[in-house]
């Protein structure tokens, strides 16, 4: 008897498996997850979303948060998890550390899109007055033949893609009222000025999350814009992409595809995340 209770404290007495070289990795991968999950529900989301967003179980979502919460990274309030004050105390430090405006999130993604293309790149906002699109940054196509942009240039708002990007993604009552009141000048001779043409444009924009102009604002020269959210979910900027025209056109949609993942993947950077795990009941 004496020899089994010897053997049978010695298999407890045994220390665990050490988890797989995978396991440091994969955790921290998913509290990375879990932290964009939780950023993408300000109003807070139960550990059932939280679960279901992820693709993982329960029972390990809510050990992260556990550690999240020691942490301050993380708060449960009546059965719902949202980010802690020391998740936003971290936000705050690395967004000092991009600068002013756009900073070095703006500047990369320009960088970016402009090697992979080889064309020019801009970031376009709409100014004070809102009666024109300004250029705050480029990055400028390496090749002789090419969109010269300067920064601080005022371009009008419904003949660039820049322009019809705040256009489509503004909230009203700003758009409607722009498309009413403002004088709608042509540029060149394929430039759009009918405002009802304008609007099917617009809604067109809206549905493919990107805007093209052939020669409308300048003669001979293509645009491609999409737009760029705040974390607020509000568009602030448009990234532009410009060529000539003989150049653009027959590349147009797939350098319109790097156009919209550039304008996601700024606003990511800039705290953007569209809804993941939102909801409090689900």
């Known amino acids: ?7 049978a404290a010695g298999r407890r007495a045994r220390p665990a498996a050490a988890p797989p070289a995978a396991a440091g990795p994969r955790s921290v991968g998913r509290v990375l997850r879990l932290l964009d999950c ?11 979303a939280l679960a279901a967003a992820m693709g993982a179980p329960k029972t390990t979502l809510l050990g992260l948060l556990r550690g999240l919460a020691a942490a301050g990274c993380a708060v449960q309030a009546e059965g719902t998890w949202r980010l802690g004050p020391e998740a936003f105390g971290l936000a705050r430090a690395i967004l000092a550390g991009e600068g002013e405006g756009f900073g070095q999130a703006g500047r990369a993604a320009l960088q970016t899109l402009a090697e992979d293309t080889g064309e020019t790149a801009m970031l376009a906002v709409l100014a004070p007055d809102r009666r024109a699109m300004v250029y705050t940054d480029k990055v400028e196509s390496r090749t002789a033949l090419r969109f010269a942009a300067t920064v601080g240039d005022r371009r009008p708002i419904h003949c660039t893609a820049s ?12 758009p409607e009222a722009y498309l009413r009141g403002a004088r709608l000048a042509a540029l060149t001779r394929s430039s759009v000025t009918d405002r009802r043409a304008l609007r099917r ?14 020669g409308e604002a300048t003669e001979g020269v293509a645009g491609i814009a999409a737009p760029v959210f705040a974390a607020s979910g509000e568009v602030v900027a448009a990234i532009v992409l410009a060529g000539p025209l003989a150049r653009v056109q027959p590349r147009l949609a797939g350098l319109a595809r790097r156009v919209r ?9 800039l705290g953007h995340r569209p809804g993941e795990a939102r909801g409090a009941g689900a």
């Open 201 to 214: 444009i617009l809604a067109e924009v809206r549905e493919q999350g990107h805007a093209v102009t052939l």
């Open 163 to 174: 322009g019809r990007v705040m256009l489509a993604f503004l909230p009203p009552p700003w």
């Open 261 to 269: 993942q550039a304008g996601r993947d700024l606003s990511r950077r």
């Open 1 to 7: 008897m004496a020899s089994r209770d010897s053997g």
């Open 38 to 48: 939780l950023a993408a529900a300000p109003q807070g989301a139960s550990l059932a």
